[in-house]
């Protein structure tokens, strides 16, 4: 067996103790005879499972008991459309577009209601964050919405913006349980797990409860009424039982690493060491804003196709896989989550000097 540092940016790189686990138990959880795939929503193992994982993801995060921690479907793109139709009441909401999903999030809400862009960066592609320190926000927005760190391009909302009073509404996809956050200043935050926390199939959301009504939008299916799911403990349907139940094991080795302070300390140290190579290097340049750079997701360039396209390759060969960046920003993406190890980033960095020496700069 050999594994490869994967830098792909989702599905992403697992801690390798979690895979582990679960290769083990794979076959006989926990003596009930049958892996976890196999076993019944409602049994009692299954209630342990979840009732554990949702314990412990509100210790990581110190969720305020006013909040309902959901695990869903659908993808974080199925909650685009489910976030207007659980909280438009006045049909108007205001979205800070910093890329392509926030732009996708504004346009599916724009099927629902007023959908107002009150601020944006595609002037210099996603590049930045602007200033939302004094935006218009709407008189009667239900909410103003953003996409906190930009997966693609690789921005991440160091500040929230000021909402003037209206709840905020985030999605974490790529930044979830990277650092500590202040649940209190979100009136809801989702996440596709297969990111930072777990496989695809399972989205979280943490959503304060005078958030989930029964007064939705007309039409609103059932399964995604937020207050269906809270009402049955997320367990309205089948859920994604094994995704939870990876998602739950990663909760566990969080709080083992030393919870979300520890993982902000290494993440930040990670980042470093590769922003810290783009800042000198003669070849690869970071393509966003200082100010606003991820601590998981860096695009780097060189400015020649054909050199990326080369770095990517021969990357790939030294065991360095998934770096290709995405189609709109071109050349490469490194996606560091919580669980690539510190080793997988000075390999790359390692790789990028041998590689610059052997390619110098015409
Ligand atoms: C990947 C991603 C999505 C889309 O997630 P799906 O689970 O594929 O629907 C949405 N938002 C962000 C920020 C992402 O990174």
């Known amino acids: 067996m050999s594994r490869v540092y994967n830098f792909s940016a989702g599905p992403a790189v697992l ?53 309902k921690v959901l695990f869903l479907q659908g993808g974080a793109y199925t909650q685009f459309a489910a976030v207007p139709m659980n909280l438009m009441k ?21 099927r629902y209601g007023k959908a107002k862009c009150i601020a944006s960066s595609e002037d210099r592609t996603f590049s930045y964050i602007p200033d939302c320190s004094d935006l ?4 009667d927005a239900d909410y103003v919405y953003i996409c906190e760190n930009n997966t ?34 979100y009136g809801v935050m989702f996440g596709g797990a297969q990111k930072n926390i777990g496989p695809a199939g399972v989205v979280v959301a943490i959503i304060r ?15 995604l009424m937020y207050k269906t799911q809270a ?14 139940y990876i998602c739950g094991k990663v909760f566990k080795w969080l709080k083992a690493q030393g919870g979300l302070v520890a993982m902000k300390k290494r993440n930040e140290e990670k980042a470093g060491l590769l922003y810290d190579f783009l800042d000198q290097s003669r070849l690869f ?13 860096v695009p780097f360039v060189t400015g020649n196709k054909e050199v990326d396209a080369l770095f990517v390759r021969e990357a790939e060969s030294a065991g360095l896989v998934n770096l290709k960046g995405h189609r709109s920003v071109g050349g490469m993406r490194a996606s560091i989550y919580n669980a690539m190890p510190r080793a997988g980033v000075e390999a790359l960095v390692d790789f990028m000097g041998d590689f610059e020496e052997r390619h110098p700069v015409s």
């Open 231 to 244: 009402d049955a403990g997320s367990l309205f349907n089948t859920p994604p039982v094994y995704g939870i």
């Open 136 to 139: 218009p926000v709407s008189p």
């Open 15 to 67: 801690p390798e103790e979690v895979l582990r686990e679960a290769a083990e138990e794979m076959l006989d959880y926990r003596g009930c005879g049958m892996s976890v795939m196999e076993i019944s929503h409602r049994s009692s193992v299954f209630d342990q499972i979840i009732g554990e994982a949702e314990a412990d993801l509100r210790e990581l995060l110190a969720v305020p008991s006013n909040y």
């Open 152 to 185: 693609i391009y690789g921005t991440k909302f160091k500040t929230l913006p000021d909402t003037k009073g209206k709840d905020l509404v985030a999605d974490v996809s790529s930044c979830f349980l990277s650092e500590p956050v202040d649940v209190k200043r």
């Open 209 to 223: 409860e005078d958030l989930i009504r029964e007064d939705v939008l007309p039409g609103t299916p059932t399964m």
């Open 285 to 297: 340049q970071g393509t966003v804003e200082k100010k606003d750079r991820s601590l998981m997701n």
């Open 90 to 110: 006045n049909k108007v909401a205001d979205y800070i577009v910093t890329g392509q999903w926030a732009k996708k999030a504004w346009k599916e809400a724009a």
